[in-house]
Each structure stands twice: as structure tokens, then as C-alpha cells.
């Protein structure tokens, strides 16, 4: 790998970039916006600039942004170029980017990145896919990045990604709307607590166990969360997850539950 371009230096991208420099990469940084550039890297004034001679393209931008950053030197990558796709987006942009990487001699990699970039820079864990996968990984793990090449198609990555977002960033929502719940009755500290031993004890038999009891008790547990409901609203408080969960289990009479592993705990 002698040279990688990167469009897009904001807080992901910087760092990123930041890490290939120190690791010995020429490393070309294109942003149009007034953000700092990361120490070590070259600053392009324009994106055909950035990619002039580089193997490995990054596209570190928001999904808004994904097609326009692949684009805007299409024609000035040369053919064989890894494009590498960071953004946070729905398989389906992840696909009509392949396409168009493809239609220009482009191998395209669907990156899907797996915790906060902050503090962790270039040794992000990232789950690959497409036709560029392998030789991204062949060219990144040995920089420190945690990779995995985890299907053929473009999208596959960003599958994972967005499935398990559904629990983690559902999780912080719900964990957000208990402790405002829990401050506005006066016991904060304590429903802290409580939820962090809950969490700490949890593991894959416990999981399949909710997912388990939740059809057979889901009476009961609708009224108690009809309750909950009520409890949020006399504290002020909007109880837009509690509302959800409620609808969850006043349907569940007439839905399937998913099936878990036969071994929960992987």
C-alpha cells in the first residue's frame, strides 16, 4: 500500500487519518468543509488531487454524503483502486455505490465500523464486505485494524451494523428515558445501580430467557408496563420507549417469536 486518500476529515476521518500517517501510510486528506488537518497528512485542495496515485480510497462521510465523496473523482481513480465506503448507511446505498465503483473499474469495500472511532482511530473493529474486502483486510489488519471479512455482497456489512444498532442504540434510548424517569422521582442513584448490575449480569442464556418469557407472560407484563406508562407521565416524563415496549406486548398474543441459538451463549 503506498498511498491512501481520504475524503472526509471530520472526527472519524481525522483520526483515522491521523493513525495511517503515523503508521508510515502517504496519506492524502480531502475535505472541502474548515476542519483541521490531522498531523502527517497531506492536504488536497481538491478531490482529484487526493487520489492521484492512491490504492485505497476512504469515503469517512456521513450517508448523505456517501455518493457525491465517491464521485466527485470517479473518473481520476485508477482502475484496480479499493474504494472503502465507512459511511453509517442502509444496505441498499451500500449496493448502488458498488455499482457505480464498479462501472468505473473500482473494487468497492462496504465498511461497517463497530464501536466509536474516538480513542480507538484506526484500530476500530470493522466488518467488511464487497469485491475490495479481502484486500482491504490484507492491507489494514496488519496497520492494527480489527477486521473481518463477513460476506461477498456490498451491504452485508452495513446489515450487521444497522441489526445490532437496533439493541444498541435502542439500549441507550430506553437506559436515557428510565434514569430521566428515575432523577425526576429522586431515586437516580439507585436505578443507576440497579441497571448496571442487571447489565453486568446479563449474558446469551439471559437473553434467550426474556426473549423466552415474553409470549407466555405477556399479559402480565403489559399491564405492568401500562403502569410504567403512567408512572412516566405523572413524573413528566414522555414515555416514548415504555410506549413502544407497551405495543410490543399487547401484540404479541397474535405474533411468532424470533428463534435464538440453540446455544445462546454463542
Known amino acids: 500500500m503506498r498511498r491512501v486518500a481520504v475524503f472526509g476529515l471530520g472526527e472519524a476521518g481525522g483520526l483515522i487519518a491521523a493513525d495511517l500517517a503515523a503508521a508510515g501510510v502517504a496519506t492524502v486528506g480531502y475535505d472541502p468543509a474548515d476542519v483541521d488537518t490531522p498531523a502527517g497528512v497531506i492536504r488536497a485542495s481538491d478531490p482529484r488531487e487526493a487520489v ?16 457525491a ?15 472503502a465506503d465507512l459511511s453509517t448507511a442502509a444496505p441498499s446505498l451500500k449496493q448502488r455505490l458498488d455499482k457505480v465503483a464498479r462501472g468505473a473499474s473500482l473494487a468497492f469495500v ?17 466488518g467488511l464486505s464487497g469485491g475490495g474486502a479481502d484486500a482491504f483486510a490484507d492491507a489494514f489488519a496488519p496497520l492494527g485494524m480489527p477486521v473481518e471479512v463477513v460476506g461477498d455482497a456490498a451491504g452485508d456489512a452495513a446489515l450487521r451494523k444497522l441489526l445490532r444498532s437496533v439493541m444498541m442504540k435502542g439500549l441507550a434510548a430506553l437506559l436515557i428515558e428510565a434514569m430521566r424517569a428515575g432523577h425526576a422521582a429522586g431515586v437516580g442513584d439507585w436505578l443507576w445501580r440497579n441497571m448496571a448490575e442487571q447489565l453486568t449480569r446479563a449474558d446469551g442464556p439471559l437473553l434467550a430467557r426474556l426473549v423466552a418469557g415474553t409470549k407466555p407472560h405477556a399479559l402480565r407484563r403489559l399491564h405492568e408496563m401500562q403502569a410504567a406508562t403512567e408512572l412516566l407521565e405523572d ?10 415496549t407497551v405495543e410490543t406486548l399487547r401484540r404479541m398474543p397474535d405474533e411468532t417469536l424470533p428463534p435464538v441459538p440453540e446455544r445462546p451463549d454463542g
Do not use: F
Not at 465517491?70 to 474504494?83: F, S
Not at 465498511?111 to 474516538?118: D, E
Open 69 to 83: 465523496a465517491l464521485e466527485q473523482a470517479l473518473d481520476a481513480m485508477t482502475p484496480g483502486t479499493v474504494y
Open 110 to 126: 462496504d465498511v461497517a465500523l463497530l464501536a466509536p472511532v474516538p480513542g480507538k482511530g484506526l484500530r476500530t473493529p470493522a
Open 235 to 244: 413524573l413528566g416524563i414522555d414515555p416514548v420507549m415504555t410506549r413502544s
Open 52 to 67: 492521484d496515485g492512491a490504492d485505497y480510497v476512504l469515503g469517512v462521510t456521513a450517508a448523505a454524503d456517501a455518493p
